[in-house]
Protein backbone atom coordinates (compact mmCIF):
# COMPACT_ATOMS: atom_id res chain seq x y z
CA UNK A 1 0.00 0.00 0.00
CA UNK A 2 0.74 3.64 -0.04
CA UNK A 3 3.58 5.12 2.76
CA UNK A 4 4.42 8.53 3.21
CA UNK A 5 7.67 9.10 5.41
CA UNK A 6 7.81 12.17 6.92
CA UNK A 7 10.99 14.11 8.49
CA UNK A 8 11.70 15.28 11.33
CA UNK A 9 10.25 12.80 13.51
CA UNK A 10 10.86 15.71 16.08
CA UNK A 11 11.88 19.09 16.51
CA UNK A 12 13.38 21.68 19.32
CA UNK A 13 13.49 25.23 18.39
CA UNK A 14 13.64 28.22 19.58
CA UNK A 15 10.73 31.05 19.73
CA UNK A 16 11.13 32.89 16.46
CA UNK A 17 13.04 30.40 14.57
CA UNK A 18 11.65 28.93 11.31
CA UNK A 19 10.70 25.40 10.79
CA UNK A 20 10.44 22.87 7.98
CA UNK A 21 9.40 19.88 7.46
CA UNK A 22 8.14 17.16 4.75
CA UNK A 23 6.69 14.53 3.16
CA UNK A 24 7.94 11.79 0.48
CA UNK A 25 6.16 9.02 -1.10
CA UNK A 26 6.58 6.38 -3.30
CA UNK A 27 3.76 7.24 -5.41
CA UNK A 28 1.63 9.81 -6.69
CA UNK A 29 -0.92 11.97 -4.58
CA UNK A 30 -3.77 13.93 -6.40
CA UNK A 31 -4.03 15.95 -2.82
CA UNK A 32 -1.36 16.99 -0.03
CA UNK A 33 -2.77 18.03 3.40
CA UNK A 34 -1.11 19.48 6.54
CA UNK A 35 -3.01 18.86 9.63
CA UNK A 36 -1.40 20.05 13.33
CA UNK A 37 -3.15 17.92 16.59
CA UNK A 38 -2.59 19.40 20.20
CA UNK A 39 -2.73 16.57 22.81
CA UNK A 40 -6.66 15.37 23.18
CA UNK A 41 -7.62 16.75 20.30
CA UNK A 42 -8.32 15.09 16.52
CA UNK A 43 -6.15 17.04 13.75
CA UNK A 44 -6.99 20.09 12.72
CA UNK A 45 -6.35 21.30 8.57
CA UNK A 46 -3.93 23.65 8.27
CA UNK A 47 -3.48 23.77 4.68
CA UNK A 48 -4.84 21.62 1.67
CA UNK A 49 -2.94 21.58 -1.74
CA UNK A 50 -4.53 20.16 -5.22
CA UNK A 51 -2.20 21.04 -7.81
CA UNK A 52 1.59 20.25 -8.61
CA UNK A 53 3.78 22.81 -8.04
CA UNK A 54 1.17 24.46 -6.18
CA UNK A 55 2.57 27.05 -3.04
CA UNK A 56 -0.25 27.95 -0.68
CA UNK A 57 0.58 29.99 2.20
CA UNK A 58 -1.63 30.18 5.60
CA UNK A 59 -0.73 33.06 7.80
CA UNK A 60 2.93 31.91 9.12
CA UNK A 61 2.43 28.41 7.36
CA UNK A 62 3.60 27.48 3.66
CA UNK A 63 3.20 24.56 2.15
CA UNK A 64 4.44 23.03 -1.16
CA UNK A 65 2.72 20.46 -3.73
CA UNK A 66 5.84 19.21 -4.94
CA UNK A 67 6.44 18.79 -8.96
CA UNK A 68 6.70 15.30 -9.19
CA UNK A 69 3.56 14.81 -6.64
CA UNK A 70 5.30 12.64 -4.71
CA UNK A 71 6.08 14.99 -1.96
CA UNK A 72 5.13 17.76 -0.25
CA UNK A 73 6.77 20.40 2.99
CA UNK A 74 5.87 22.39 5.23
CA UNK A 75 7.18 25.60 6.83
CA UNK A 76 6.71 27.61 9.54
CA UNK A 77 8.00 31.25 10.09
CA UNK A 78 8.79 33.07 13.13
CA UNK A 79 7.66 30.01 15.22
CA UNK A 80 5.75 30.96 18.80
CA UNK A 81 5.14 28.84 21.49
CA UNK A 82 1.58 27.60 20.35
CA UNK A 83 2.48 26.21 17.17
CA UNK A 84 4.05 23.32 19.62
CA UNK A 85 2.05 19.98 18.83
CA UNK A 86 2.02 17.19 15.95
CA UNK A 87 2.36 17.64 12.94
CA UNK A 88 0.72 15.39 10.05
CA UNK A 89 0.81 15.17 6.01
CA UNK A 90 -1.76 13.19 4.53
CA UNK A 91 -1.94 12.02 1.10
CA UNK A 92 -5.06 11.47 -1.12
CA UNK A 93 -5.69 10.11 -4.16
CA UNK A 94 -8.93 10.00 -6.53
CA UNK A 95 -10.65 6.81 -7.41
CA UNK A 96 -11.70 6.05 -11.12
CA UNK A 97 -14.85 8.43 -10.25
CA UNK A 98 -12.51 11.10 -9.69
CA UNK A 99 -13.56 11.71 -6.32
CA UNK A 100 -11.54 10.56 -2.96
CA UNK A 101 -14.54 11.10 -0.19
CA UNK A 102 -11.62 12.26 2.08
CA UNK A 103 -9.71 8.48 2.40
CA UNK A 104 -6.17 9.54 3.43
CA UNK A 105 -2.93 8.12 4.06
CA UNK A 106 -0.97 9.75 6.73
CA UNK A 107 2.56 10.40 7.53
CA UNK A 108 4.21 9.17 11.07
CA UNK A 109 3.96 13.25 12.12
CA UNK A 110 6.67 15.83 12.76
CA UNK A 111 6.63 16.34 16.85
CA UNK A 112 7.16 20.14 17.40
CA UNK A 113 8.61 22.03 20.38
CA UNK A 114 8.89 25.52 20.75
CA UNK A 115 11.70 27.26 23.85
CA UNK A 116 10.40 30.19 25.04
CA UNK B 1 -15.74 22.68 7.59
CA UNK B 2 -18.26 20.59 9.25
CA UNK B 3 -18.35 20.33 13.19
CA UNK B 4 -18.02 16.65 14.09
CA UNK B 5 -19.05 15.36 17.73
CA UNK B 6 -17.78 12.59 18.96
CA UNK B 7 -18.99 10.64 21.96
CA UNK B 8 -17.86 9.35 24.28
CA UNK B 9 -14.39 11.46 24.98
CA UNK B 10 -12.73 9.28 26.40
CA UNK B 11 -13.44 5.86 28.36
CA UNK B 12 -11.80 3.15 30.56
CA UNK B 13 -12.84 -0.15 29.92
CA UNK B 14 -12.22 -3.94 31.06
CA UNK B 15 -11.07 -6.38 28.65
CA UNK B 16 -13.89 -8.52 27.14
CA UNK B 17 -16.47 -5.83 27.01
CA UNK B 18 -17.33 -3.69 23.76
CA UNK B 19 -17.73 -0.09 23.31
CA UNK B 20 -19.58 2.40 20.73
CA UNK B 21 -18.20 5.24 19.72
CA UNK B 22 -20.98 7.65 18.29
CA UNK B 23 -20.07 10.47 15.28
CA UNK B 24 -22.45 13.20 14.74
CA UNK B 25 -21.86 15.72 11.93
CA UNK B 26 -23.17 19.18 11.44
CA UNK B 27 -24.17 18.64 7.62
CA UNK B 28 -25.25 15.53 5.33
CA UNK B 29 -22.22 14.13 3.96
CA UNK B 30 -21.91 10.83 1.61
CA UNK B 31 -18.68 9.21 3.28
CA UNK B 32 -18.19 9.00 7.27
CA UNK B 33 -14.56 7.32 7.83
CA UNK B 34 -13.14 6.39 11.20
CA UNK B 35 -9.59 6.35 11.87
CA UNK B 36 -7.19 4.69 15.01
CA UNK B 37 -4.44 6.53 16.38
CA UNK B 38 -2.49 4.03 18.36
CA UNK B 39 -0.21 5.36 21.09
CA UNK B 40 2.34 7.45 19.80
CA UNK B 41 2.03 6.89 16.26
CA UNK B 42 -0.36 8.26 12.93
CA UNK B 43 -3.63 7.64 12.03
CA UNK B 44 -4.76 4.46 10.34
CA UNK B 45 -8.16 4.23 8.34
CA UNK B 46 -10.55 1.30 9.83
CA UNK B 47 -12.98 1.87 7.33
CA UNK B 48 -15.20 4.01 5.14
CA UNK B 49 -18.90 3.91 6.35
CA UNK B 50 -21.79 5.32 3.21
CA UNK B 51 -25.14 5.37 4.68
CA UNK B 52 -27.36 2.97 3.53
CA UNK B 53 -24.66 0.25 2.63
CA UNK B 54 -22.26 -1.78 4.73
CA UNK B 55 -18.64 -0.37 5.58
CA UNK B 56 -15.60 -0.88 3.50
CA UNK B 57 -12.75 -1.83 5.86
CA UNK B 58 -9.17 -1.71 5.25
CA UNK B 59 -6.52 -4.51 5.29
CA UNK B 60 -6.09 -5.35 9.04
CA UNK B 61 -9.47 -4.34 10.18
CA UNK B 62 -12.58 -6.68 9.98
CA UNK B 63 -16.45 -6.08 10.44
CA UNK B 64 -16.74 -8.37 13.52
CA UNK B 65 -14.20 -6.62 15.47
CA UNK B 66 -15.37 -3.13 14.27
CA UNK B 67 -18.81 -3.12 13.35
CA UNK B 68 -20.01 0.55 12.06
CA UNK B 69 -23.30 1.45 11.65
CA UNK B 70 -24.50 4.45 8.93
CA UNK B 71 -28.03 5.31 9.84
CA UNK B 72 -28.44 8.13 7.85
CA UNK B 73 -26.22 10.99 6.25
CA UNK B 74 -25.03 13.02 9.48
CA UNK B 75 -24.17 10.03 12.10
CA UNK B 76 -22.50 6.72 12.77
CA UNK B 77 -21.38 4.61 15.21
CA UNK B 78 -18.10 2.10 15.49
CA UNK B 79 -18.05 -0.62 18.03
CA UNK B 80 -15.15 -2.00 19.43
CA UNK B 81 -15.67 -5.43 20.25
CA UNK B 82 -14.43 -7.62 22.96
CA UNK B 83 -11.88 -5.72 23.95
CA UNK B 84 -8.22 -6.57 24.66
CA UNK B 85 -5.06 -3.74 25.98
CA UNK B 86 -4.11 -3.61 22.39
CA UNK B 87 -6.89 -1.80 21.12
CA UNK B 88 -6.21 1.48 23.74
CA UNK B 89 -6.00 3.79 21.28
CA UNK B 90 -7.85 7.17 19.83
CA UNK B 91 -10.60 6.40 17.49
CA UNK B 92 -11.41 9.23 15.27
CA UNK B 93 -14.55 9.91 13.12
CA UNK B 94 -13.64 12.07 9.81
CA UNK B 95 -15.56 13.58 7.18
CA UNK B 96 -15.03 14.60 4.02
CA UNK B 97 -15.48 18.33 2.97
CA UNK B 98 -19.07 19.87 1.88
CA UNK B 99 -18.60 20.61 -1.98
CA UNK B 100 -16.44 17.62 -2.26
CA UNK B 101 -13.12 18.98 -2.49
CA UNK B 102 -10.58 16.36 -1.00
CA UNK B 103 -10.36 17.99 2.57
CA UNK B 104 -10.91 16.06 5.11
CA UNK B 105 -12.30 16.77 9.06
CA UNK B 106 -11.66 15.46 12.15
CA UNK B 107 -13.97 14.96 15.39
CA UNK B 108 -11.71 15.62 18.76
CA UNK B 109 -11.47 11.71 19.24
CA UNK B 110 -12.39 9.00 21.59
CA UNK B 111 -9.92 8.02 23.96
CA UNK B 112 -9.99 4.62 24.85
CA UNK B 113 -8.07 2.48 27.06
CA UNK B 114 -8.23 -0.88 27.67
CA UNK B 115 -7.47 -2.45 31.44
Known amino acids: GQQLNQSPQSMFIQEGEDVSMNCTSSSIFNTWLWYKQDPGEGPVLLIA?????ELTSNGRLTAQFGITRKDSFLNISASIPSDVGIYFCAGCTLNAGGTSYGKLTFGQGTILTVHP | SAVISQKPSRDICQRGTSLTIQCQVD?????MFWYRQQPGQSLTLIATANQGSEATYESGFVIDKFPISRPNLTFSTLTVSNMSPEDSSIYLCSVESVGGQTEAFFGQGTRLTVV
Open chain 2, 27 to 31: SQVTM
Open chain 1, 49 to 53: LYKAG
